[in-house]
């Protein structure tokens, strides 16, 4: 059942320039950003960023030359991937990926309160920020993939963003709960975006994601999996003490614990 004191929250504060523009912020120097029609910029740096039917694109001035150059293999990959976690996967990969949505709801649903603000880095489709959206907490879904955010069209209760995760468009300790659930497997430099993700928490706020682990089914993904793509570039497998060293090495104790039937680690991190 829905919170009715959640429900309350007034919709229109996410249809307002106002609220965006408390949220989001220069991915280059990390100050507030101002919005005016079809574009965002900063006042500080005096970079400008374009809206493409309502989804700003946050990426520096630094990563788009080369990411639309092709010249970064791996994330170039992940900009121009076509799949759907809400739609697309069907047989075992559904059953994995609708298991692996609610143990993580399960989770993350005990750091809630009605006035949360929580951010879904590497969002993909929805397939956690749409369990927000339907209990009607605010959320700002970044993924590098527009395509991706054009499926949440119509969400309420959604600011989305085309954005990097290893430089997020997100002002200082502006969000009460940070999500990446099977985000970081795909990047070469996770530590910068667990350092991006402590940045962006408020004090007291929490850090929760999942990364797939080193179980043997992993070994045969490519069999067992109906979509699997043969030519992604880039997927790593964590072991418990790699993501350990991951949030000690950012300054953080990490909870972790094993989930999806031990496929795959939950961590849990206190600012």
């Given at each position: 059942m829905i919170d009715t004191q959640v429900a309350e929250i007034d919709l229109k504060i996410f249809q307002t320039k106002d609220w965006k523009s408390e949220i989001f912020g220069c991915p280059s120097c990390k100050e507030p950003l101002n919005a005016d029609g079809d574009i965002m910029y900063c006042p500080s740096c005096q970079t400008v960023y374009q809206v493409d039917n309502g989804v700003p694109v946050l990426l520096s001035d630094q990563l788009k030359a080369p990411l639309f150059r092709q010249e970064l293999p791996v994330k170039s990959y992940y900009l121009n991937e076509r799949y759907d976690w809400t739609r697309d996967p069907k047989g075992l990969e559904y059953c994995y990926h609708h298991y692996r949505k609610w143990e993580t709801w399960s989770a993350l649903k005990k750091f809630l309160q009605p006035e949360s603000l929580v951010?879904?880095?590497?969002?993909?489709?929805?397939?956690?920020?749409?369990?927000?959206?339907?209990?009607?907490?605010?959320?700002?879904?970044?993924?590098?993939?527009?395509?991706?955010?054009?499926?949440?069209?119509?969400?309420?209760?959604?600011?989305?963003?085309?954005?990097?995760?290893?430089?997020?468009?997100?002002?200082?300790?502006?969000?009460?709960?940070?999500?990446?659930?099977?985000?970081?497997?795909?990047?070469?430099?996770?530590?910068?975006?667990?350092?991006?993700?402590?940045?962006?928490?408020?004090?007291?706020?929490?850090?929760?994601?999942?990364?797939?682990?080193?179980?043997?089914?992993?070994?045969?993904?490519?069999?067992?999996?109906?979509?699997?793509?043969?030519?992604?570039?880039?997927?790593?497998?964590?072991?418990?003490?790699?993501?350990?060293?991951?949030?000690?090495?950012?300054?953080?104790?990490?909870?972790?614990?094993?989930?999806?039937?031990?496929?795959?680690?939950?961590?849990?991190?206190?600012?």
């Open positions: 951010l879904d880095v590497g969002c993909g489709t929805g397939l956690i920020t749409g369990i927000l959206s339907r209990n009607h907490y605010r959320t700002v879904a970044l993924d590098l993939n527009r395509w991706a955010l054009f499926q949440m069209n119509g969400k309420p209760y959604v600011a989305k963003a085309q954005a990097d995760a290893e430089s997020l468009p997100v002002q200082d300790e502006s969000v009460d709960l940070v999500i990446a659930t099977e985000v970081i497997e795909h990047l070469e430099e996770p530590g910068r975006t667990a350092e991006e993700m402590l940045r962006v928490t408020r004090p007291g706020g929490h850090i929760i994601g999942s990364v797939p682990n080193r179980h043997p089914l992993w070994n045969v993904r490519r069999q067992l999996s109906i979509s699997c793509p043969g030519n992604e570039p880039f997927h790593r497998n964590f072991s418990r003490r790699e993501i350990a060293d991951l949030w000690q090495e950012a300054g953080c104790q990490a909870e972790i614990s094993a989930i999806c039937l031990g496929m795959n680690w939950l961590w849990i991190v206190n600012k």
